[in-house]
């Protein structure tokens, strides 16, 4: 996993909600301030919260303080909101206010055997993040048994996932990441959020994945 960027979801032995690493306008107009804001600091801090209420009630069923029955509709607890905290924590970063091109060196060359091309990741990605039902996620990451880089899409934020899958970009198609600019437009939200890929941090990831 991609330890460096997701370290800082973490402190003192809660998860605990990043910063932005830009500020509330820079991503202006592929999402609003108000949207940016509402995102981070209600959406991902809920789920930072749901993420440690579960884990602390896992840490008390182990103990006996909380009986066992809870055990099953714990970890669904803790798989939708730790999942939700992990992939807000990767959006955040999948994006750049100052975009710095297509992917060069080795990510560069795996999306070009992965998938052909650049240009042919780009419409795979865009299209299977539109195609994603109700709300959930479009994944770039790295498929541990080939190693090689495929495209698929999460449902909600646990739902649909590929075990062992390394996710180094990804694009939240939840309506409240986009709704208030957009509207029904997602297609158009992606268009632009494609435009504002952060891909020299997305291939700090990609090496991270690789030597793991
Ligand atoms: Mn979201």
Known sequence: ???????????????VLPPLPYDESELEPLVSAETLLLHHDKHHAAYVAGANAAADALRRINN???????ASATVQQLMFHLGGHILHTLYWRSM???PSGPPQGTLATAIETSFGSFDAFCRLFSRVAEGVQGSGWG?????PVSKRLIVTGICKHQDVMIPGLCPILVCDVWEHAYYLTWQNNRKGYIEKFMQHINWSGVAELF???VVL
């Open 64 to 70: 006996g303080s909380l009986g066992a029955e809870y």
């Open 207 to 209: 090496e991270q994945s």
């Open 96 to 98: 750049s206010p100052h």
């Open 1 to 15: 996993m991609n330890t460096i960027c997701l370290s800082h979801g973490y402190a003192d032995g809660h998860y």
């Open 139 to 143: 994944v770039l990451g790295l498929e």
